[in-house]
Structures are given as structure tokens and as C-alpha cells.
């Protein structure tokens, strides 16, 4: 089992960065592809971006591709998401989640731990 708490959330202005962070205790993070998915008030949760097990694979979600880049650090038992040219439709609530697998994919059904999640507030 693998416990998550993210972090790095906050309020920018549209145009700006943000590098969230994904720390991990319990299990060895290697074990795990890692996702980071959103919600928005009002809509459904929507996958960002995943890294495989290994970091060699990753996906993003179209809406972010370009601006977003996920990584892993699995000695540090961390996972980060760094959001460049940040848009107000990137407002939402940003959780890590965790997939006993080698490549959760963009499905959410995939991942077995999620974080409690950090705010990200856009400003135009």
C-alpha cells in the first residue's frame, strides 16, 4: 500500500508556472505507474497526464499537451507536474494517483491510491 500527499497548488495568473509534487511513503514508488488527474467545479474528474512504472512511457492529455510535463523521482518517492502557460481552464483540483501496474493509462478505474488533492486557481 502507498500513501500520496500532493503539494506545490496555488493561485497564478494566467501565463504562469506551477510545479506540483507528488510525495509517496509506504510501498516502494518503482512499484507504481503514477497519473495526475483534475476536477473542476461542477465537472467530471479528467486525466492530465501518467508516467509508466519505469518513466520511459508517458501520456498527456490534449488539452495539455505542450504545457505540462510529468516526472518521476523514484528515489525521492516522489512524482511532479510541471504546468507552464497556465490557461483559467486549468482551474481545478489536481490529485496524484497510484496504478499497481506497469502503465495506468488515462482511465481512473486503472488507479488504486489517489492523494487528497491541491487546489490550482487560474487568473485571467
Known amino acids: 500500500q502507498v500513501q500520496l500527499v500532493e503539494s506545490g497548488g496555488g493561485l497564478v495568473q494566467a501565463g504562469g508556472s506551477l510545479r506540483l509534487s507528488c510525495a509517496a511513503s509506504?510501498?516502494?514508488?518503482?512499484?507504481?505507474?503514477m497519473g495526475w488527474f483534475r476536477q473542476a467545479p461542477g465537472k467530471e474528474r479528467e486525466f492530465v497526464a501518467a508516467?509508466?512504472?519505469?518513466?520511459?512511457?508517458?501520456r498527456y492529455a490534449d488539452s495539455v499537451k505542450g504545457r505540462f510535463t510529468i516526472s518521476r523521482d523514484n528515489a525521492k518517492m516522489t512524482v511532479y507536474l510541471q504546468m507552464n502557460n497556465l490557461k483559467p481552464e486549468d482551474t481545478a483540483v489536481y490529485y496524484c494517483?497510484?496504478?499497481?501496474?506497469?502503465w495506468g493509462s488515462g482511465v481512473h478505474q486503472n488507479y488504486d491510491y489517489w492523494g487528497q488533492g491541491t487546489q490550482v486557481t487560474v487568473s485571467s
Open positions: 494517483a497510484a496504478a499497481e501496474a506497469a
Open positions: 509506504g510501498r516502494t514508488l518503482s512499484t507504481y505507474a
Open positions: 508516467i509508466s512504472r519505469s518513466g520511459i512511457s508517458t
